[in-house]
């Protein structure tokens, strides 16, 4: 069955960085798009940053244009999130996706991984 396996959060300070991986298994992974969402406490689930399946096309929320960066490797199957200048904003589960178009809403995207949390200390 398809698996997204999400790793790489933690705890950091503001103005940290973290890289997030997101592990694929059971999909042909360079025919899906990947995003990544994430949830705090309290708060709906929030688009962060999608890119197309071949890795030329990338998209990201405002909140965090400039400070993340989203890529893929299809060779190994992974997806990653590098977040640099964290702030305590940041701070939720985030979750990688697939789904068959590049784009911000969740609804679009048929696998989901189960999350990985990020907390950011001020």
């Known amino acids: 069955q398809v698996q997204l396996v999400e790793s790489g959060g933690g705890l950091v300070q503001a103005g940290g960085s973290l890289r997030l991986s997101c592990a694929a298994s059971?999909?042909?992974?360079?025919?899906?798009?990947m995003g990544w969402f994430r949830q705090a406490p309290g708060k709906e689930r929030e688009f962060v940053a999608a890119i197309s399946r071949s890795g030329s096309s990338t998209i990201y929320a405002d909140s965090v244009k400039g400070r993340f960066s989203v890529a893929r490797d299809n060779a190994k199957n992974t997806a990653y999130l590098q977040m640099n200048n964290l702030k305590s904003e940041d701070t939720a589960v985030y979750h990688c996706?697939?789904?068959?178009?590049?784009?911000?809403?969740?609804?679009?995207?048929?696998?989901w991984g189960q999350g990985t949390q990020v907390t950011v200390s001020s």
């Open positions: 059971g999909l042909t992974f360079s025919t899906y798009a």
């Open positions: 996706a697939a789904g068959a178009l590049q784009t911000f809403r969740p609804q679009q995207y048929n696998y």
